[in-house]
């Protein structure tokens, strides 16, 4: 499995961008993908997550980004977007999509280790 990130970009305070996620590859029937952010000097964070399930696609959130940010999945199979809006300076970080093999229900994955296969990044900058 390949995952392509794209999108990223600088905007200022207050604006919007959406992230691409494009999986290719072979996956398994249920599957997760997250978005993960890491600032400089800083852990990798939990953004969040969606399921490709029988049971839907129950999207999930970090909590400093709640209500600001929204998971989608496209269309087409295996893309993902992450809409972004209200950015902060604060979210300024590399942004990375991860899919993750299997997603059980009632399950929710937030940890770096959670998930098989990693994109490359896109920065992103929030200017004040």
């Known amino acids: 499995v390949q995952l392509q990130a794209s999108g990223g970009g600088l905007v200022q305070a207050g604006g919007s961008l959406r992230l691409s996620c494009a999986a290719s590859?072979?996956?398994?029937?249920?599957?997760?993908v997250g978005w993960f952010r890491q600032a400089p000097g800083k852990e990798r964070e939990f953004v969040a997550a969606?399921?490709?399930?029988?049971?839907?696609?129950?999207?999930y959130y970090s909590e400093a980004i709640e209500g600001r940010f929204t998971i989608s999945r496209g269309n087409g199979k295996k893309t993902v977007f992450l809409q972004m809006g209200s950015l902060k300076p604060e979210d300024t970080a590399v942004y990375y999509c991860?899919?993750?093999?299997?997603?059980?229900?009632?399950?929710?994955?937030?940890?770096?280790?959670?998930?098989?296969?990693w994109g490359q990044g896109t920065q992103v900058t929030v200017s004040s």
């Open positions: 969606i399921n490709w399930s029988p049971w839907g696609d129950n999207p």
């Open positions: 991860a899919l993750r093999l299997s997603a059980g229900k009632g399950l929710y994955y937030r940890g770096t280790a959670h998930y098989n296969y």
């Open positions: 590859g072979r996956t398994t029937s249920s599957y997760v």
